[in-house]
């Protein structure tokens, strides 16, 4: 995968513990889903698919241990070139961190102009859920109208969809500016 036609880009995927990252990453990359938890594995994984007609190939880290609210290290936040940011609709906790950790991104790279998607995962335990799908589209409004998702790792549903569009950011993101 060395031709011009290949995009690589890298996927940072980003939230509190317990929210589905690591299974949303292997729901992806494997179409599995694991019911064990292990909050502190930090993983990298790469992936080949097509998107819009253009081969792409991703890495993806499935990041770890941001639950005691300490900064992210640096090398998370700056090397990625785009980020799904993850709570689970089922944890307001989870909800209020993504701006905490949006805002982090941003300082850590010094600019607000970084592609994200915003996802808000276990949409099959609807029973009980803690943060409404208005809440959720409103803040991806907040921040610029980034493309927000309802996924589950569980089901599969929207998890494709969410890392497919990441990439598509990422590519709109590369592209010249017009000046
Ligand atoms: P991480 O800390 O963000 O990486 O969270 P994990 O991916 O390890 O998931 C934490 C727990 O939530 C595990 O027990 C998973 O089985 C469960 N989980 C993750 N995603 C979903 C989902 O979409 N639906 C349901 N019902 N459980 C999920
Ligand atoms: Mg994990």
């Not at 799904?84 to 600019?111: D, E, M, P, W």
């Not at 959720?136 to 610029?144: E, H, R, S, T, V």
């Not at 493309?147 to 929207?158: D, H, I, L, Q, W």
Request: charged residues 30%.
């Amino acid at each position: 995968m060395t031709s011009e036609n290949v995009d690589n880009v890298e996927i940072v995927v980003v939230g509190d513990g317990g929210v589905g990252k690591s299974c949303l990453t292997l729901r992806f990359v494997c179409d599995e889903f694991r019911e064990e938890y292990n909050p502190t594995l930090e993983e990298a994984f790469r992936t080949q698919t097509v998107i819009d007609k253009k081969a792409c190939q991703i890495d993806i880290v499935d990041t770890a241990g941001q639950e005691e609210f300490q900064v992210l290290r640096d090398t998370h936040l700056t090397v990625g070139d785009g980020f799904l940011i993850v709570y689970s609709i089922t944890n307001q906790n989870s909800f209020q961190f993504v701006s905490k950790l949006r805002g982090q991104i941003h300082r850590a790279r010094s600019s607000e102009d970084v592609p994200f998607v915003l996802v808000g995962n276990k949409s099959d335990l609807e029973d009980s859920r803690d943060v409404s799908t208005e809440d959720g589209k409103q803040l991806a409004k907040d921040w610029g109208n980034v493309k927000f998702f309802e996924t589950s790792a569980k089901t599969g549903k929207n998890t494709k969809e969410a890392f497919q569009e990441c990439v598509k950011e990422i590519r709109k993101h590369r592209q010249p500016k017009n000046e």
